[in-house]
C-alpha cells in the first residue's frame, strides 16, 4: 500500500508540490519501514547506509510536506533543503560513528522537525476554510507527536525493541494511521476547490464611491443558487459596502456573528461559493487592493505608509509589506515610486473579491 501511495504521487509531483513532497516522505517512511524490519542488519553495508540516511531524512521531510498541505502559500525555500540534507548526513554519520552525543544530537533535531511540521498543522487552523482539511489538524498532529515520542523513547530505552515483538506491531499499527490520514488529505486535496477565486474578477467594475473595484455578478458552476449562495448578497455589503476587512481582529468568527450564522456555513460558503481556501488571504486580498489604491492616488503621496497598512486593515507594517511584496512583487515604496515615475507595475495576483 505504501509503495503504491508512493506510485501514484510520483506521477504528480512534477506539477504539484504536495505530490511531490507527500512522495518524499512517504519513501523516508518506507526507508524507515525497511530500518525497522527483522533482518535488516543482515543487508550488505552498501544498502543499509542509503536506507538509513533516507530514514533519517523523514523528519525534514514531514516538516516540508505539512507546510505544502496546511500552508496555501507555501514555497519550499533552500533552508528546506539544506534541513532534509543535513539530516541524511548526521544518519550517514552516525552508522560510521556511535556516540552518545551524536545519539542526542539526532534525537533533538528529529524532534524539532516533528514540531514544526506539527507546528504547521496547528497554525492555520483558525482561517483554514476547507472543513475536511481543518478537522484532521488535530488528528494528525496529536498521532504524530504520539507516535514519534514512543518511538524516541522506545529506542532509548530498549534499543532496537520496535523490530521485535509487542513493539514491532504497535509500531505497524501507528505506521499505518500516519499513513491512512496522508492518504485522506490527498485525496481531499486533489478534489478541494482552486485556490483561485470561483468567480471572476477580471471584469471588475469602480464601485458606487469610486474607491474600490466590485466584482461582477457571481458565475458559474460554483455560485450556483442554494441556501449558502444567498448569503453571498450580505457578505458582499458587510465587506464591499461595510468595509470590515478594516478591522485588524477580524476573524472567521467575528464576521459568522456579523451575518449571524454559524461558522461552519461562512467556511462552506467562502470556500465552496468563492474557491477560497483561507480567510486571512481572502480578507487580505480587500486589505491589498485598498492599499494599492491609495499607493496609487497622487493625493495621498504624503501620507505615511504606515498610515495606509492600518487603515486597510493591517495590525503592524510588517506583516503589510510581505503580504503586499509577494502580491505585486514590490515593496509599499517601490510601488508608490513606480506610479509617480509612471513606470508600468508588475501585474499583480487577482485580490480576492466576491
Known amino acids: 500500500m505504501l509503495l503504491l501511495r508512493i506510485v501514484v504521487l510520483a506521477r504528480n509531483a512534477r506539477n504539484d508540490q504536495v505530490s511531490r513532497y507527500s512522495a518524499l516522505l512517504l519513501m523516508g517512511i518506507a526507508a524507515y519501514v525497511v530500518e525497522s524490519a527483522p533482518g535488516f542488519g543482515a543487508l550488505a553495508f552498501s544498502w543499509r547506509v542509503p536506507?538509513?540516511?533516507?530514514?533519517?531524512?523523514?523528519?525534514?521531510a514531514f516538516w516540508i510536506a505539512m507546510g505544502t498541505i496546511?500552508?496555501?502559500?507555501?514555497?519550499?525555500?533552500?533552508?528546506?533543503?539544506?534541513?532534509?540534507?543535513a539530516l541524511a548526513t548526521l544518519g550517514t554519520v552516525e552508522t560510521f560513528i556511535h556516540s552518545f552525543p551524536l545519539s542526542v544530537l539526532h534525537s533533538a533535531t528529529l524532534l524539532f522537525f516533528v514540531l514544526l511540521g506539527i507546528w504547521h498543522a496547528l497554525a492555520g487552523r483558525a482561517s483554514d476554510l476547507m472543513e475536511?482539511?481543518?478537522?484532521l489538524r488535530i488528528l494528525l498532529a496529536v498521532t504524530t507527536a504520539l507516535y514519534t515520542v514512543l518511538t524516541v523513547a522506545s529506542d532509548w530505552l530498549w534499543p532496537g525493541g520496535l523490530s521485535t515483538a509487542p513493539f514491532s506491531l504497535a509500531n505497524?499499527?501507528?505506521?499505518?494511521?500516519?499513513?491512512?490520514?496522508?492518504a485522506v488529505l490527498g485525496s481531499l486535496l486533489s478534489t478541494a476547490e482552486p485556490l483561485v477565486p470561483a468567480i471572476a474578477t477580471s471584469g471588475a467594475t469602480p464601485s458606487t464611491d469610486g474607491d474600490l473595484p466590485t466584482a461582477p455578478s457571481p458565475t458559474g458552476p460554483d455560485a450556483a443558487p442554494g441556501p449558502d449562495a444567498t448569503l453571498i448578497p450580505a457578505l458582499r455589503k458587510l465587506i464591499e459596502h461595510n468595509r470590515v476587512y478594516r478591522e485588524p481582529d477580524l476573524s472567521i468568527t467575528?464576521?459568522?456573528?456579523?451575518?449571524?450564522?454559524?461558522?461552519?456555513?461562512?467556511?462552506?460558503?467562502i470556500n465552496g461559493q468563492l474557491g477560497h481556501r483561507n480567510f486571512s488571504t481572502f480578507i487580505n486580498g480587500y486589505r491589498?487592493?485598498?492599499?494599492?489604491?491609495?499607493?496609487s492616488d497622487p493625493a495621498q503621496a504624503e501620507v505615511p505608509i504606515l498610515t495606509i497598512a492600518l487603515d486597510a486593515g493591517f495590525g503592524s507594517i510588517g506583516p503589510f509589506n510581505r503580504a503586499f511584496k509577494a502580491h505585486t512583487g514590490l515593496t509599499p515604496t517601490e510601488y508608490r515610486r513606480a506610479g509617480r515615475e509612471g513606470v508600468p507595475s508588475p501585474i499583480p495576483k487577482q485580490p480576492s473579491r466576491l
Open 254 to 269: 467575528s464576521l459568522s456573528q456579523k451575518l449571524n450564522i454559524p461558522e461552519y456555513r461562512l467556511r462552506r460558503l
Open 132 to 135: 475536511g482539511r481543518r478537522r
Open 288 to 295: 491589498l487592493a485598498e492599499a494599492e489604491a491609495a499607493l
Open 70 to 85: 496546511f500552508v496555501d502559500e507555501f514555497h519550499p525555500r533552500w533552508y528546506h533543503a539544506l534541513a532534509w540534507l
Open 172 to 182: 505497524a499499527v501507528g505506521l499505518v494511521a500516519l499513513i491512512f490520514l496522508f
Open 51 to 60: 536506507i538509513h540516511a533516507l530514514s533519517c531524512g523523514t523528519p525534514a
